[in-house]
Every structure is written in structure tokens, then in C-alpha cells.
């Protein structure tokens, strides 16, 4: 168990609700900053009305949102009525090895981290944690594919681009719906695993045929894969899921003009299953914070 | 091929549509009765004005939708801006051999069907029918989990009522997606056949223990084998999904009351998935006329 | 718990062992006859040297070797030296409601329960222990199938044939191992079903064609499917593995002039995990001297 | 298709022979060195009496078994009934852009390859081969553990040690047949692919605790994790499968002294499904003759 931390939330959605009971759970203590709109009450987590009730100088961890800074420092809310505007003031108030700790790095978070130099942990860019992450991942990327259709998931053609972390649990996962689902990737020890694990595989050079059968197309390559030249070869009303992050790899624009519903679905971890999300987060959160007990003791 | 038949369809939702066109594809002349807010429109479909335009004496089948007659023997029509209501008399213009299909079977439909004395199939009692039916059912219900929950189905203790026709997809489909699915059923060769696909079973005597843990129940029997005294076992916030056909097999009142969310949720293929649900359904009724029109001839 | 049972198991193989092993840990008594050979001292489980050292008419069960009763009332007997034949009059010794449990029935089974007037079981035909049997059948034929043949399960092309308890195991065996299985079967819920769990079918009467790319055939219908006209189309150096009871499905004798491997297989359960059928037998022997007690005792 | 190439095959076993057709089905020339007991004969592939029968100065490649060479440059070959020893003198004869292919390095082939100054490539190094080998490797074990085992692999307690490349195709193999399968794997990556993939992990550090339960473990880590300390937890009659290159990762002197069967199980892949270990095989070499094609042409 170790000794309790003190953790700071500034921000978040519901996973961050997660997280606090998580670690709370764990004997932490925990402090939510910009939370002004929830309104359980839960013994143990501190609700700053503003900054001065946080305890920035005992602080052993700062918790940014899943989307870190954006710009002009403002820090994403759900649950504030207020704008949340992070000052580099807070960060200088705690002690040198707080774990500074984002989902992901932005420019404006390396910036700050640039001036405050305390330790910064992108959570999201983990490999263990985006392979966990590509769980909800896959099964919103499903929901969505769902409701966009009007077929089973069961038989049908789907094209699925990209075989990384999130590409191949979104592959499996369609697979053992019963989908044909096929896999492209320009990498051939994926497209071997792709094979050992049963999926049917294609050469990305053959895209333009292959999306020619489609009744579902699921993007995961972060670069622009499906241009103008490959959609004309859709079938209409084909539908396109684009997960990559924004600006996703679809020309959007075009797939309308061409009767082809394409979208692009950013954040599905936290919108279909904001618990579970939560709880990947806080399973590694405590462990870095365990781990830099340890450092500090020794 | 054989000859084209002719086939009046009688009401009923986007599966129709569905059914429409695969029958038109194997070259039958197909009439539609009560589709006034159908606006597309497809070369040999025939959108009747009034029964009048429905050739009565010259038809091989009439198609009532999946739900039957209603009472006072209403069709239901989402397609159609009037109440449509089927009259004796246009049965019996058919000729004797016309076939009347129908979803499901109802006391209506029976007492029509006893006066007009005509051939009568109910699509979906048929073992077949119901079997690839189950396919949408089970995505339908995957659906609806996904939303009433916060947490991934990958990992979740979901408590499966009833290894029947429907059942069986379901469990099926939840256990691939990585969820501890735990089937109960009184029939020990449904046991077996479980445990043989690799599912966790219980004793069903062994209910009010197993949903202690459960996140998500999922009923499938239709009879009342979630009362009171079970409920009281399931933790709260914990999602129930009754797909049984109405009333369900849930005390709904009491759920409510200890804060389980138990949704009731019937015609999940025509909701989820209405394109493959009329294709299932086009396929047996193609297969039914050209047996019949092989017995005509013989 | 109740009564411990007085059981005697007259020959058979290591199953038998597994069933004394187990009813003896449920605290019944169990004698074994026809065992000579079998080396073990287990407390509590009897090796009788002759007939005369089992308390026939104390017996609430005799348990009959999987294969039942030969010729001559000869008894299978791997663990003994000589030759064991059942004698009527051990079994009108018992108690009148005496179970007499046998694998199978045969003619000499009949002739003697028809003289003995004591209640007859025949395991295996029971709907659920067939199935559970279904899963060492599965894993045996495989087995025989990757010592049979140069090439991965993976990719291959295999014809699974009849999708009964046993043939349904069976496909979803290869089928999830990624073989390319087509399932072939004369009952649409049966195909319907095969669909529903993603395996591919086909209709029977393309056999001829279907078996053209077979790398592997597996049989389980008991009735001549794969004769001359059919077993002309399979690719020489194919692989056919009929485990129907003999005489099988398949002209072996052609078979074999083609230059196709084909093999009959009986008794792969008790081949392949003779302990897993064993402890399947064991368990629904349990249970139905717990029923029997029951009713004796009302 | 590109011009074809002349190979020389020194060695090997039945993989080397579908190697050789593969080739010769591409339009290449084949030479067999090392061949003498293999008496078919195909048009187009020339088996060498001896090395003045190869045309050593025109070859693309020189393919050696998957072995490479052992001591004194000794080159495995089941189909010869002399010793095949590798000549220097012949590999300075060829092109000074002839591939020279292997499956591993040893010592003794790095040394050649130091002295003849030719490009050198070891295939099973190559990350997609030994995913593609690892299906093969896979099916091998699960033949083994069948063998070996009294017991179904369905329900079975299986620990699988390792989640590497190897690793991962075993632990899928295993769980989709139905083994309880825990995966041990120290990389925390792997521990969340392992789980996105519906298996269940444990800490390696619990291994003495998980194996106390296991009917069989499979051992893909080529390191010493199976030493008397753990070992001594397993139980009697459990079975250990080692299938990491020897010495394997298992103390086996002191498994048998405590009855535990430890077998260590090298070269699967060709004993199990030489056709498909040598179709892989044939694959990549087939696509790296054609890309030095291209090179030379460039
Ligand atoms: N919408 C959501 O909720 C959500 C959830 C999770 C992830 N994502 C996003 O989804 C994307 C994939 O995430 P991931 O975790 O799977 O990442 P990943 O493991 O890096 O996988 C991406 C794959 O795409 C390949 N790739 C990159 N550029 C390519 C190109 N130009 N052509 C062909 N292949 C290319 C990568 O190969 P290399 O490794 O060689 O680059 C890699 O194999 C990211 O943009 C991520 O932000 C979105
Ligand atoms: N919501 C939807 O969209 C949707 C879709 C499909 C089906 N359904 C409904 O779902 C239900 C199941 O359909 P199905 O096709 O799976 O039917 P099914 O094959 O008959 O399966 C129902 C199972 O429940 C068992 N059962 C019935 N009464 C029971 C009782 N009192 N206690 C324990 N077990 C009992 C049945 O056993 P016996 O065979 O011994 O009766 C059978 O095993 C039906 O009500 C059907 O109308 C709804
Ligand atoms: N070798 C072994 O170790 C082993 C192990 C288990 C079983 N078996 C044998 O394997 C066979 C199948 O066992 P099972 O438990 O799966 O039996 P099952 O459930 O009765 O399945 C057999 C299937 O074959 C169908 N069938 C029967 N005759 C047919 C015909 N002439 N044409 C087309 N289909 C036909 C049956 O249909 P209907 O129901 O309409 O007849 C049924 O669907 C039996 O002979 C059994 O003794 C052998
Ligand atoms: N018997 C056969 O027929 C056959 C067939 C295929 C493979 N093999 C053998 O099987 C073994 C695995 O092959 P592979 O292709 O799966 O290799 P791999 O992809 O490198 O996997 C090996 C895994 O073991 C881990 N590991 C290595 N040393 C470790 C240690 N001391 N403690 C804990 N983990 C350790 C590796 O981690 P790092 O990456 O951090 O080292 C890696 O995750 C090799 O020895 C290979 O030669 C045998």
C-alpha cells in the first residue's frame, strides 16, 4: 500500500470521476479542481471551489484531461459551468518530482512543462495503455457502426485500415462478430499476425478494389488513406468510420458529394464507456504513483 | 427461376422494403398496400392507391408484416399515413392456394384465417427462421447494452436467461467480445451445449447468487424468471435487458423501484438491422413460393 | 449427499478407473470386476477375483462398459487377462430397481434386460452426455487429422459433414483453429444454426463440387454420403476421417484405390482423454444414483 | 514474373521439397544437392550427384536447411545417405550478389559468410516468417499436449509462459479450443494485448502460485523460468511442453525426479506441417529473389 499520495484532478469528464474513486479506493487522497457541476458527495474527495483549496505544495501528482492543454492553457471541464484556464503558478507551488500527468502531449502542455520542469507522463502514449484503450476503443467504433447501418454486423464486407493497437482489436472484434472483415496494413509482420489470428488480408495496393465490396470501412492509419481516388470506388450508401485522430485519413468532403456517410468519431473511449476508460487510467495512474513512492524513499 | 409470382405486400416497415426488392430481383411482380409515405420509386413495385389496385383473384401470396393482425384486424404500416386495416373479403378473392404469410401467428389473424380458409405460414416459428433471426436479435441486444451501460462489454459479468434459438446467438456474441457470460438454462443438452462452446454455466436453482455480481442481465425466456426475490439479489445500477416477447420475464415495477434499469425491448431485428432482417425473410418466403408453385404444377 | 451407493463396474478401459476414482471420492462403493491387470491399490474400491466377492444383491448399480454387451455376452476388458462374459444370473441377484448402465445398446443388451426385467441405461444416447462426448470426439479427430496430413489446420480446407451434437463441435473445433470449414448438412436449422456461429455451409447436393479443393473431409452422418460418384472428385493425397459409427460413411475400399487416405475412427473419446471421458461418465452416473435414491426413499 | 532465377537447394528435409516446387511453380530453376534418397522425379528440378553438377557461377541463391550449418560446416540432410559437408570453394564460385539463405545463424555460418563476403539472410529472424511459423509451431504443441495428456484441452488448466511471437499464437490456439489459459508474460504490453484478446494474465511473480493448479504449461521463454523452486509447486502427473530453442527454459533432470512429464519439443513446424512450413518458406524467398531482381536490374 505505501504511503497515501495527494492528487489533484484539474478537469475531465466521467473518467476522471473514475479515477478519483479509484484512487480513493487505494487511500489516496484526492482533490477535484473545476468539478462545480457534479454533485455527489463523496467522503474523501475534496471539491476546490477554487484554487487555493488545493495543497499544491504536498501534491504528489497534477491530473490533466485525457486531451491535455489546449490552447491559451484552457483545460477542458465537463462537469464546470466556468472556463478552466491552467496557471503555471499552480505547477511551481508543487514540490520538484510531482508527476505531472496528461493524456496526451499538446503544445501549449510542453510549453508549460518547458518552464515548471516537473515530470510529465503522457498516459495515452503508453503502449500497455493504448492497447487496454483500444478496447473501448473498438467496442464504440462498433456502437457507432451499429447505428450507421442497416445490416448486421454478421456477413458483412468490412474493410478495415490499419493494424496497430487499435486496428487490430477493432479487427478482431468485427471478425468474431462474423463479419468478413478484411484487413489492409502496409507492414508485413502485422499482416502475418493479422493471419495467425485468423482475419483475411489484403495489399494496401489493392485498396481500390477491395473497398469496391464494402459495406463498412473502419479507418485507424493516422494519414489521408482513403483520397478522392480511392472513394469513388465505394459502393454507395457504404458507410465509413474514421478513428483516426483528427484530422482522420478520409476526405471527408468528397465521401459526401458521393453519397458516402463517412465519419470521423474522436473520443470513443470516454463517450461508450467512460467507467471502464476511467478505470485503465487509474490502474496506471497508481502504479506510477507506487513507483515514485519507491523512488523517492530510496 | 421458374414463374414469376405474383405478391401483394399488406403493411409493415423498412424489412418490407427489403423483401420488395428481393422479390422484384427474382422476377416477381411485387404490390404494395399501405406504403402512401414510401416516396421512392422502383420500376415493378407496384405502390397500390387502394385495394382496388391489387390484382386479389390473380395473387400467389399476401404478406402481412412480422407483428400479424392486430386487434380489430389493424395492419401495422409505418409507411402509410392511414390506419390500414385488412378486410376478409380481399382474402377471399385469392385463390385457394394463395398463401398468407405472417411474422407471427395472432388470434385475429387465426379467426381470419378460419373464415378465409387459406394456406397460413408464420415465418418466424419456423426453426430456420428464427435461428437467423436470432443473428440481429443478439446485435440488436449487444447494442442496447453498449448504451444503457457506462462500462465495455469485454470483461463484464453479463448473466445470459435462456440457451433457446436466441439465446444461444446471444451468448454467443457476448462471449467473443471478452465478456464473462454466464448462461442459465433448466434443460441439461442446452448446459451441454453451452459448456461444449466454451460458456460458463450455472444452475438455474443458483440465480439469486450468481446476479450478485452481475453488471448486465440479459433474458431470452419467456416467463416470469426475474421476480421480486431474484431482483433483490442484483446490485444497483446494474442493466437488465429483456428481450422475451411482451410482457418480458421481469418484475419491471420492482426493478424500478431498487434502481435497476430493466428495459423490455422487442423487434430488436427490424430496429437494429432491418436490411438483413427483410433479407432473412425474403430468402424463406422466395424458397416457400417456389415450392408452392412446384406443387401447382405437379 | 445422501446414502452411499453400492456401484460394481464389470470391465471396460481407463474410464472406468475414472469413474470408479470419482464415485469413490463422492462416497460411494465401487467394485470392479474383470480388472486383473489394473496394478493400483486404491482404498476403498474392491477388485473382485471372481464373481462370487460382489454383493449382487446389495447393488444399487452395474455399470457396463461403453461398448455394452458383445457377442456371447462377452465384455470389453482391457485391464483383464482372460476373457469376461456376463452371466444372467449375477444380474438377477440384484435389488429389482438395480440400474443397469451400458454405453450403448446392443441386441445381446436387449435379449438379457428383456430376461432380467431390471431398468436399462444407455449413457451415451442420452441428449446431454452425447454432447459433453461431442468434445473429446472433437479433439480427437482432430488430433488424427494433424498426424494424418503434411499441413496446418490454419488455411486448410476442410468439409465437415452432418452438424448433429457431434459434427457441430467438431466444425467449431476447426473452424476456430482458421480452418476454411464448410459445413454440409440436409437441415436448414442445422444450417441456419452453422451460419449464426459464422462457419460457412453448403447445400448437400453440391458435394460433388465442394469437395474438389478438400484438403480434409470429416464425416459424421451414419449413412453412405462420400461413395464412388462423390469420392471420384476428392483431390488424390486428400485426407477423409469418418468417425460415424462403423460402418461409416465412406467407400473405404474406393477410397483407398483413388489414392485418398481414408480413415475410420471409432472410440476416440476414450483414445484421446480417456480421464475427460471418464469423469463425463462418472458425472451423470452420480447423478442418476442420486435420483434413484430419491425415489426409493419417497 | 520477372526473368527467373537459379537456385541451389543444399540440404534440408520435406520442407526443402516444397521449397523446391514452390520455386519451380514460379519459374525458376531448381537444383536439389544433398537429395540422394528422394526418388521422385519432377520435370525441372535437377537433383546433383555432386557439387560439379551445380552451376555455381550463374546462381541467384544458395538456400541451406533451417538449421544452417553446424560443427565442421556440416549441413543437415534427411533425404542423403552421405554426410553433406558445405564447401567453401563451391559459394565463391557464384555471383558476388548471391543470396546466401539459411533459417537461423550459427558461428560456423558467420564465419563462411565472413571468409565468401556474400549477402547473407537468415529467414526465421525475419519477424513476419516467425509469426507465419508460429502457426505451425502452435499446432505442433497442441499435438503434442494432446498426446501427452489424458485429459481434454478444453477445460484444461493450461499456463502458457510467454506472449512473444511464438507465445501469443499458442495462448489464442489453446483458448479458443477452451482452455482455461493464463498467460505469464513480464512485458506489460503483452499483458494488455494478452487481455484485449480475451485471455487471462496473472504476474510472473504469482507463477508458483498459478502453476500449483495446471495440467499443462507450455514454455515459449528462452530463459531458465521453470527451475526446481518452481517446479516443486506443480502437481504429480502435470505436463510441461518447452518449445523455447534448447536448452528450453525448464531444469528437466529435476522434473522427472519429481514425475512430472517436461518434454522439450524443437522443430515443430517441419515435424508437424512440413508442406506449410516449407510454403512459407517459399513465400519470402520467392519475394527476395524478385526484389534483388529488381536491384540488380536497377
Ligand atoms: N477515435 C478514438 O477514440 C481513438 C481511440 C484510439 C486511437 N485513436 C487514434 O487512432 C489512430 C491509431 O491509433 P493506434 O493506437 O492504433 O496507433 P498505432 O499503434 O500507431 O497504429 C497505427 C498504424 O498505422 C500505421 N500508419 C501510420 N501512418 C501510415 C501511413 N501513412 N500508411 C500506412 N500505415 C500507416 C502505423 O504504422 P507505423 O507504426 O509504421 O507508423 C501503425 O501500424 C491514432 O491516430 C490514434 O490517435 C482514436
Ligand atoms: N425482442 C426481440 O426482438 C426478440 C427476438 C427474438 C426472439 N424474441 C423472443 O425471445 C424469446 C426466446 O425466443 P427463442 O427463439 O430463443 O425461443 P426458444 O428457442 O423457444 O427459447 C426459449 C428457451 O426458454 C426456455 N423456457 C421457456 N419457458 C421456461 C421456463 N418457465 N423456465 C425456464 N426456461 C424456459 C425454453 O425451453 P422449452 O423449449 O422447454 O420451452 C427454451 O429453451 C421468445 O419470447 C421470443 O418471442 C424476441
Ligand atoms: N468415432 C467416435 O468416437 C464417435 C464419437 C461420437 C459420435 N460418433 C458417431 O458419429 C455419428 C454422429 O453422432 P452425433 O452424436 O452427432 O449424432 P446426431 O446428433 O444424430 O447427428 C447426426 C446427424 O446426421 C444426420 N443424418 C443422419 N442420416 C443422414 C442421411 N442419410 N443424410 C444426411 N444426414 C443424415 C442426422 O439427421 P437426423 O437427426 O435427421 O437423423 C444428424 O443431423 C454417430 O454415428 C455416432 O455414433 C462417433
Ligand atoms: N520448438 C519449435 O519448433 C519453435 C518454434 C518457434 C519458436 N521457437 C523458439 O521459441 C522461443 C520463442 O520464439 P518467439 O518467436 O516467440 O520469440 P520472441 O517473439 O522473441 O518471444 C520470446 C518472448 O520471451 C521474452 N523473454 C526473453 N527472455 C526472457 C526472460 N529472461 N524472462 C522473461 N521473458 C523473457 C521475450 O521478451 P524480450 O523481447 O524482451 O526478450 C519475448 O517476449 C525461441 O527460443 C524460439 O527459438 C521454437
Known sequence: MGKANKVVIIGGDARQIEIAESLLAEGNEVFLLGFDQWMRNVAG?????SDTDVPWSELDAVLLPVSG???DNKVEACFSSKE?????SWLKKTPQNCLIMSGIHTNELETVIHTVKRPLIKLLERDDVAIYNSIPSAEGTLLM???????TMHKSNTVILGFGRTGQTIARTFSVLGAYAKVGTIHPSEKARAEAM???TFEFEDLSTVVQSADLCINSIPAMVLPE???IHFPVRSVIIDIASPPGGTDFEYAKKRGIKAIL???LPGAVAPKTAGRILAKVISQLL???QVEKEA
Do not use: F, R, Y
Open 45 to 49: 474527495i475534496s471539491k476546490a471551489v
Open 69 to 71: 492543454l489546449k490552447s
Open 84 to 88: 478552466l484556464i491552467l496557471q503555471e
Open 145 to 151: 457502426a451499429m447505428q450507421e447501418t442497416e445490416i
Open 198 to 200: 485468423g482475419l483475411e
Open 229 to 231: 481516388d480511392i472513394l
Open 265 to 267: 468519431a474522436p473520443g
Open 290 to 292: 507506487g513507483e515514485n
